[in-house]
């Protein structure tokens, strides 16, 4: 069975920085698409960016273009979130997630995610 693992999250000041890691790890994991989430509180879980598994695809939300990068690690097994340039709208649960859809940018499809990882951006 694939476990998705996420760390990373922390503590930040407005205008920092922090970098989110996913691990995939049981059997031999295959996925399309790879991407991250966030969910805050009151809020609905959003897109916050995507990559195909050959890296030749990727797509972000209009909020975070130009300070996110995904990017693929570890011949896939391991994607990355950096992030820049955080603001206070950037806090909340980030969670990777994995589908077999390519171009995917939905959480319905998405099949396996990891815990989340708490990111908080003080002001």
């Known amino acids: 069975q694939v476990q998705l693992v996420e760390s990373g999250g922390g503590l930040v000041q407005a205008g920092g920085s922090l970098r989110l890691s996913c691990t995939a790890s049981g059997r031999t994991f295959s996925r399309n698409t790879m991407g991250w989430f966030r969910q805050a509180p009151g809020k609905e879980r959003e897109f916050v960016a995507g990559i195909r598994w050959s890296g030749s695809w990727t797509d972000y939300a209009e909020s975070v273009k130009g300070r996110f990068t995904i990017s693929l690690e570890n011949d896939r097994n391991m994607w990355v979130l950096q992030m820049n340039s955080l603001k206070s709208d950037d806090s909340g649960i980030y969670y990777c997630?994995?589908?077999?859809?390519?171009?995917?940018?939905?959480?319905?499809?998405?099949?396996?995610w990891g815990q989340g990882t708490q990111v908080t951006v003080s002001s």
């Open positions: 997630a994995a589908s077999n859809e390519h171009f995917a940018t939905s959480g319905r499809e998405f099949n396996l």
